[in-house]
């Protein structure tokens, strides 16, 4: 187990430290000129030579990537070119509204995908299990984008129930959250279905049943619990994506969370915002995938982790 775990964090840190050589020359692959943006077009050409040697841009390459390497290392990633604060306090500020708007996604998507796919999987080709399949297909299908806007017209425009943007009480969070369960739901149900007809006509679910065990007990104790791999993975990736920022939903719905965050700082060619936001990101994507694969052999004891 310790070895496995020394294996993956290692494994880890090359990931991480593949994604900041990749961001670092991505960010600077993007038109524009970040002294320019900042100074705005009546700007002369020395006081734009001057803030590129302010904030180091005029320098070579491969110095600022080992300047940005030595500061990551240090756990330093810079200060922000527009906010002008550190980008770590940047992006942490954000964090925690972002997390809301996952977890808050991703609980509605578990309550309303498990009893949509066990609903399907028990009664396989009938009226349900068809409504359910065309149902979470549309999820998967539908952008967010045009969902988002479409809630936005109906529920805060047209019906004035519900604000259409921002993060001030309970209720910013409802548009939000369901724009980003819907597609959840269509992979979640999908997936809960698919499973539950692999393993209940398994011989230790016949055995199970043979014994006099309640439909229930069948059900909660052998079936979901065998069919929750592939499920908790997908959930993981998910949430994991979630966290880092739903950029789209993000940006629709004007919430300040890493994913609004993030598209603010390309738009404005904020190169240490982009690469501590992205690096945030691919940290938690990175946590959350050791966490799902240390959960197989809880829920599966023919895994073990050597």
């Known amino acids: 187990m310790s070895t496995y775990v020394i294996r993956r964090l290692i494994f880890s840190l090359f990931v991480l430290w593949g994604a900041l050589t990749i961001v670092f020359l991505a960010v600077r692959a993007i038109p524009g000129d970040p002294a320019l943006m900042m100074l705005g077009t009546d700007a002369t050409a020395q006081e734009v030579q001057a803030l590129r040697e302010k904030l180091g841009l005029d320098r070579p390459l491969i110095v600022q990537y080992a300047g940005y390497v030595i500061q990551a290392l240090a756990l330093d990633l810079g200060d922000s070119l527009r906010l002008q604060q550190p980008v770590v306090g940047a992006v942490a500020e954000r964090l925690p509204t972002t997390g809301r708007l996952a977890l808050a996604a991703m609980l509605l998507a578990v309550v309303v995908s498990f009893p949509l796919g066990i609903a399907a999987a028990l009664r396989p080709g009938s009226i ?118 739903a950029v789209i939903t993000e940006t629709v719905f004007a919430w300040p969370g890493v994913g609004l965050l993030l598209v603010d700082a390309i738009t404005n060619r904020d190169y240490p915002l982009i690469q501590a936001a992205i690096l945030f990101i691919t940290a938690i994507f990175i946590a959350i995938n050791f966490l799902v694969d240390l959960s197989y052999g809880a829920l599966d004891p023919r895994i073990r982790v050597q």
């Open 128 to 245: 349900i299990d068809s409504i359910v399949s065309v149902v979470s297909l549309l999820g998967q299908s539908i952008p967010a984008f045009w969902v988002g806007i479409m809630f936005i017209l109906i529920f805060a425009r047209q019906l004035r129930l519900l604000p259409s943007g921002g993060d001030e009480t309970w209720a910013h969070l409802i548009l939000p959250a369901v724009t980003v369960a819907l597609p959840l739901v269509g992979v979640l149900t999908r997936l809960v279905r698919s499973g539950l007809l692999d393993v209940l006509y398994e011989d230790y679910i016949r055995t199970a049943r043979a014994k006099g065990l309640p439909a229930g007990a069948v059900m909660r104790r052998h079936a979901l619990r065998n069919m929750l791999i592939p499920v908790i993975t997908v959930i993981g990736l998910q949430l994991g994506h979630l966290l880092g920022g």
